[in-house]
């Protein structure tokens, strides 16, 4: 793969991920996840990031879903690479202690969709749409679809979804909860995807990477042992310096300058 497929810049804190197969609404063929995959977790190591922007090139498409021609002459035990790949890219960006906004830019169908899903805010533009149509394919979804659309839109929306294999646009993706906010257009996407992104890398990274692992485990743990675990990661936020700092300013009335310690 061209590693001119998956594009990865870093300004002022903010490393943004860009699929880069405009020619093929960005289509994910397993190469471009894997290299997503490196791509984050390289962002991830880089102390000087503090936030992700996920997008694809162009106006058309955030990223098609998988590449169709890559199913063909597969079975169930050489298919399951494939899908096994985009599901560790999902739960590694979930898993990540850094905030990931996934900036969706036209079409997010399938594999494009889950990836959106596994983001941690999801800004649309107007021309935005997104899907599971798997079903259509004679398939389901691989890549966490199934368990992450749910707990987002409800069981019930998220079945219909799914078993019809319909698209919705940005409008209504916002009403079911898929999508945080809906831009006017593209370049007012970008700019509303960078303007969050800034905010966020203003914010103390410790704690942010514990409120992202407290919410998470919202999905996961019963309500009492989440409960015991955000007593214990608050009390350990106490013990850093952007702590001190933020009390400090709000005392004095002046902005807090967090050093992420």
Known sequence: MSEQEVLYEVVDG???I???RPAKYNALNSSVVTTLREFFKKAEENQTVRVII????????FAAGADITEFQSKNSKTVRPLAENGQMLCKYIESMTKPVIAAVNGIALGGGCEIAMACDIRYASSNAIL??????LGIIPGFGGTVRLPRLVRLGMAKELVYSGDHIKADEAFRIGLVNRV???????KHGALDLAMKLATKPGIALGLA????????EMPLKTNLEFEVDVFCKTFDTEDKDEGVDAFLNKRK??????
């Open 54 to 61: 996920l997008t694809g090139a162009g106006e058309k498409a």
């Open 14 to 16: 903010v490393a943004t």
């Open 18 to 20: 860009t699929i880069n």
């Open 256 to 261: 807090a300058n967090f050093k992420h310690k």
């Open 131 to 136: 899907g599971q149509p798997e079903i259509n």
């Open 212 to 219: 992202k692992q407290s919410l998470n485990n919202a999905w």
């Open 183 to 189: 831009f006017q257009s593209v370049e007012e996407l």
